[in-house]
């Protein structure tokens, strides 16, 4: 869970963490939560906004510690959702730098049709 707000991480029943567990120096392994759904695992959210900036710094660094993250703890799963927060960002786009395929649920309204869009551009 990516979103500052914590949707995801508090929509599975979860508690946000008090650091996001990708600036944390562990594996991620240890920090995934399994939730009431059988084989969805959660990497809970935090509401830090430190966590945030620093996750979406431009800095190589930084910018490349999802992708990382995902091609070393996560290759035992068959999917991997990354929830982002509603915006083109910073943190928005290291997430769809890291990713393969994107997946952008919207209510059939215009201005979410305008967001549909900008990220089609941005993409």
Known sequence: D??????ATTGLGMV???????VQRRPLAE????????Q?????GSRSFQDVDRLARNE??????IERHLASGMGGYEFVLID???????????????STEV??????EYFAMEGLSQMIHVI
């Open 2 to 7: 990516l979103d500052p707000q914590c949707n």
């Open 16 to 22: 946000p963490t008090q650091h996001h567990p990708l």
């Open 31 to 38: 920090a995934l939560c399994e939730t009431y759904t059988p």
């Open 40 to 44: 969805l695992n959660l990497l809970p």
């Open 60 to 65: 190589p660094s930084e910018s490349s510690t």
């Open 84 to 98: 982002c927060p509603p915006s083109l960002g910073s943190l928005t786009q290291t997430a769809l730098a890291a």
């Open 103 to 108: 997946l952008m649920p919207i209510q059939c």
